[in-house]
């Protein structure tokens, strides 16, 4: 095997994944794994979580950990790196990938202007209080190993750019009306934020934090939406899930070698335009 191959390998390493039972999180876990790395996959979904570990095992032949977590509350998050460093001995790979789009999706999709501070409050404590708590618990982990580490937080399109409103017209997901409220795009540019902060912070210790920020992905929207979508993006259409996992595998291993603190952008052109 070549250097250049050898470098995309994640073989021993070990890699916990946040948000690991979601539409991405699935396969991010499985990618991980088909290059090597044993996965923690971690998630508020128990049952998932259990069976999601117990097929990266018998499908790559990697170790394998379900562990639920609240990734808001300090204690679970502080427990839940403890029960992996317990198990394996130590980090090498985080991806923050843990994410709330709330489970009231009429307060969730609900106007700027009748927005309720419960429901803004709700979604940050997950996609940038719950990335903050993460980090800080992985990151002091593999500080104390002192063989650096690799840090990926998931961010989205419109973290880094506004959403176009005229997509939503007629648009649907799960059969809902839908848009892209100011909370979820707040929440996903704090993340770049924080991960040029943890990259610069970290440095010195080797570890490398990135960002990645996956375009707009096939997960149940309707056909009015793929299409309005599909016109803004240069590639003509909307991302298939497994698009997003070579990225992430880049990031994870030694390929991305010299590479901190940056955002990969995935999005079939659509923040090019």
Known sequence: MTKQL??????????????????????FCEG???HGADVAVVDLDAERVVQLSAELEQRY??????????????????????????????IDVLHNNAASKSDNLAAFFAPFEEYSLEEWRKIMSVNIDGMFLVAQAVGKQMVVQQTGGSIIQTASIYGIMAPDKRI??????????????AVYAASKAAVV??????ATYWAEHNIRVNTLTPGGVESGQNDEFKRRY????????????????????????????????????????????
Request: charged fraction near 15%.
């Open 193 to 198: 934020g924080l991960t040029k902060y943890l």
């Open 61 to 90: 032949g990697v170790r394998s950990v379900g562990i639920t977590c609240d990734v808001t509350s300090p204690q679970a998050v502080a427990q839940m790196v403890d029960t992996v460093v317990k198990i394996w001995g130590g």
């Open 6 to 27: 050898a470098d995309f390998s994640l073989q021993g390493k070990r890699a916990i994944v946040t948000g690991g039972a979601g539409i991405l999180g699935g396969r």
């Open 230 to 273: 599909s016109t803004r993006v240069p590639l003509g259409r909307m991302a298939h899930r497994d698009e997003m996992v070579g990225a992430l595998v880049y990031l994870a291993s030694e390929a991305s070698s010299y590479m901190t603190g940056q955002n990969l952008i995935v999005d079939g052109g659509l923040s090019a335009w």
């Open 168 to 181: 939503y017209e007629g648009s649907s997901y799960l059969g809902m009306e839908i848009n892209t409220p």
């Open 32 to 34: 991980l794994a088909a």
